[in-house]
């Protein structure tokens, strides 16, 4: 373990689709109100630049060197972690690729979602990732994970036993599931004895309402930041040593 304890931090809003200059400037300012409040990791929702504006992530991906490059200095300013979903082109691939960037600034990883939802036809026009992720930080090692991914618990025990501490997650879920959201960010954290930070987003579109939720959750599945629906920037401590406290007592990592 590198850090032991920090602040985590979730920053949750409603992504206008297509709209990366609206997108990135309301971003910026809640990674402002983060990085004032001493936050060392910012987790953002998924696709929080342009969303699923799916007949134009050839255009929008072009445009995520330069998010990327804009998100470093802001993570060099505040010493702060941050990380999110953006469209990543790959050859004549599209991935919905959750981004890792350190608080030196450099990318300390990267993760391409497996599990494309197919009842929004995300397989459609996202190719899929094909390798579990758990990138080394200035902070601890940190497992990634995007939306749908939240449903194969195999996904998140893979990168627990890669090492992972904590485990980001970031989320374009529905209000009419938010209930299945909870229970399983929480039971992703009990059933791995790891730190839970997951961003979802707000707000209405195409008649889905978007549900919120963005928490950060224990070993122990204690909910120590809850957001509610509406656009909000949220953060609690986090300590590490909760981990090894847990697992000592209930060993279940080591009778898997």
């Known amino acids: 373990m590198n850090n032991k304890i920090f602040k985590a931090g979730t920053f949750q809003f409603d992504v206008k689709p297509g709209d990366i200059e609206s997108n990135l400037a309301k971003v910026i300012e809640g990674l402002h109100i983060l990085g004032d409040s001493d936050v060392n990791i910012a987790v953002l929702p998924e696709m929080w630049s342009c969303g699923f504006d799916n007949n134009r992530l050839i255009d929008h991906a072009k445009q995520t060197p330069f998010i990327i490059d804009t998100l470093s200095i802001t993570a060099s300013r505040y010493n702060m972690i941050i990380a999110g979903s953006l469209p990543e082109a790959s050859g004549k691939n599209i991935f ?25 036809e995300e397989d459609r026009y996202f190719s899929a990732g094909n390798r579990a992720v758990v990138c080394n930080t200035s902070i ?117």
């Open 96 to 120: 919905n690729t959750i981004y890792v960037i350190d608080t030196n600034g450099d990318i300390a990883g990267y993760y391409r979602k497996i599990h494309l939802f197919p009842l929004t």
């Open 140 to 256: 601890c090692p940190m497992g990634l994970m995007i939306c749908y991914d939240l449903r194969f618990p195999e996904l998140c025990r893979s990168i627990t036993l890669k090492g992972a501490l904590v485990v980001i997650i970031s989320a374009q879920w529905p209000l009419g599931r938010i209930r299945h959201w909870d229970i399983l960010s929480q039971a992703r954290a009990i059933e791995n004895q790891i730190f839970i930070i997951a961003t979802n987003r707000c707000g209405k579109e195409k008649g889905i309402e978007f549900g919120g939720h963005s928490q950060i959750i224990s070993p122990t599945g204690e909910i120590l930041s809850m957001a509610e629906q509406g656009e909000c920037a949220s953060a609690t401590e986090i300590n590490l040593y909760k981990i090894k406290e847990f697992r000592d007592k209930i060993p279940c990592l080591k009778d898997n």
